[in-house]
């Protein structure tokens, strides 16, 4: 049987999988949420007995002032955690789950530029970037069984030929959609701090402060899942018209979360 006879029946799922991100990008989503969400419910509860969860009162506070600020946008129950690690760090796990370290808290000079993060996070989960990764990665382990189960994979050409094979999915998928979930999370973020209430400038003015907290520290951008500061800034930037108009209609629901 030939490749592109193997190949044929893979295609076909993956354009059946083919679904549309809040921003109109088209992704590859056919993993079942419910197992997703569960999957994500699982690793918070197992990170909440290994992790530290702060019992500093100022901390929660401002950081749920804030996390339930945003999540009024988009609705639903989360579960917000504020975990005691100097970490500059923030996540959230599809089942609406929502972690955050207390050295981001201590970094950030207002509740704009938590929401900014908070936002940011939430938008991985709204644009089901989870269920797309685990997608991507299943359907590219399935593309790399099918070529080497024809390739002689024993051979040394057929080694050669997987190795190569093997760099150009790391290298040439996987990490650019990385960096485009981290992209699009930006641009959701923003919309729902702004829509929030929150000053989206600060955005901004976050992504400068992490730059120079990072000192340099920075991998280079092709070879990182996340953009390079300079240009999550700039593509921020492009972004801060919108976002502006979605903060002026806000005027009426500005929070005032204190830390």
């Known amino acids: ?25 088209r992704q590859i ?46 609705g639903g129950e989360w579960e917000v955690v504020v975990f005691e690690d100097n970490s500059l760090n923030a996540f959230a796990l599809p089942g609406n789950k929502i972690g955050v370290h207390s050295g981001l808290v201590q970094l950030v000079d207002n509740q704009d530029q938590l929401a900014a993060v908070i936002g940011h ?22 593309g790399l069984n099918v070529v080497g189960a024809v390739a002689a994979p024993q051979s040394a050409m057929g080694q050669l030929g997987m190795s190569a094979l093997g760099l150009g999915a790391q290298y040439g998928i996987l990490l650019p959609y990385s960096r485009t979930h981290e992209s699009e999370a930006d641009i959701i973020g923003m919309d729902l701090m702004a829509k929030a209430g929150f000053d989206p400038r600060e955005s901004v003015n976050l992504w400068q402060k992490m730059s120079s907290a990072s000192q340099g520290a920075a991998s280079p951008e092709f070879m990182s899942t996340h953009p390079a500061h300079a240009t999550r800034i700039q593509d921020l930037n492009k972004h801060l018209l919108k976002a502006m108009q979605y903060y002026q209609q806000s005027a009426n629901t500005r929070p005032n979360c204190q830390r």
């Open 1 to 25: 049987m030939s490749i592109k006879k193997l190949l044929i029946p893979l295609a076909t799922c993956l354009l059946m999988a083919c679904q549309t991100s809040p921003t109109g990008r």
């Open 29 to 74: 989503a056919f993993m079942p949420d419910a197992e997703i969400n569960q999957m994500g419910v699982q690793a918070f509860d197992e990170l909440k007995t290994k992790q530290t969860i702060s019992q500093n009162a100022n901390y929660n506070n401002f950081v749920n002032c804030i996390a339930n600020a945003v999540i009024q946008q988009v």
């Open 121 to 142: 996070e939430i938008g991985h989960v709204l644009a089901r970037h989870s269920n797309e990764r685990l997608s991507q990665e299943t359907a590219i382990k399935q």
